[in-house]
């Protein structure tokens, strides 16, 4: 069996009167991401662990934001074109695991339905994502809630 893993990290600026989507779920907050395309962090980051396990080079290289085309882009459409890529090349995901790093808003109560979204659009049960969210007891610019960052982490096989 061919086991591959993949490291992913994305960060955005938190800004009010911006949406914040996170994990292909919109999340109630008085502030968004700022970005090119909805800004989903978690989604962002998840594309380019896969992307990384793969050799597939990052989610820059295949989805830029000089292009127009990705500009408000729903991140949704980009982690399913990422998992069309792996599967062409014959992957399929072992499992994920991805930490949110962010002052507020609590997540504990979106974390279900983003692992549902990722099951959805990656082909596979939810048993094989986990998604962690924590604070940096108001350190750094995720506490000061200036930013989100997520780190994510894959495991990917080769199909025989």
Known sequence: MNL??????DVHQLAPGEE?????????????????SDGDVL?????????????LR????HFPDTDPAFKNIDS??????????????????VNLDATISAQKPKLKDWIPAMETVIGEL????TEVINIKAT?????????RE???SVQAIVLIQKNE
Not at 4 to 9: P, V
Not at 21 to 30: A, R
Not at 135 to 143: A, I, K, Y
């Open 58 to 61: 990052d989610i820059g290289y």
């Open 146 to 148: 200036e930013g989100i």
């Open 122 to 125: 990656m082909g596979c049960a």
């Open 20 to 36: 914040l989507w996170l994990g292909g779920i919109l999340v109630p907050h008085d502030k968004g991401t700022v970005a090119h």
């Open 135 to 143: 604070t940096t007891e108001r350190l750094g610019f995720e506490g």
């Open 76 to 93: 949704k459409k980009l982690l399913t074109a990422v998992n069309q890529l792996l599967l062409d090349k014959g992957y399929s995901l």
């Open 43 to 55: 989604l962002h980051a998840i594309c380019d662990a896969l992307l990384g396990a793969a050799g």
């Open 4 to 9: 591959r893993i993949g490291l992913g990290y």
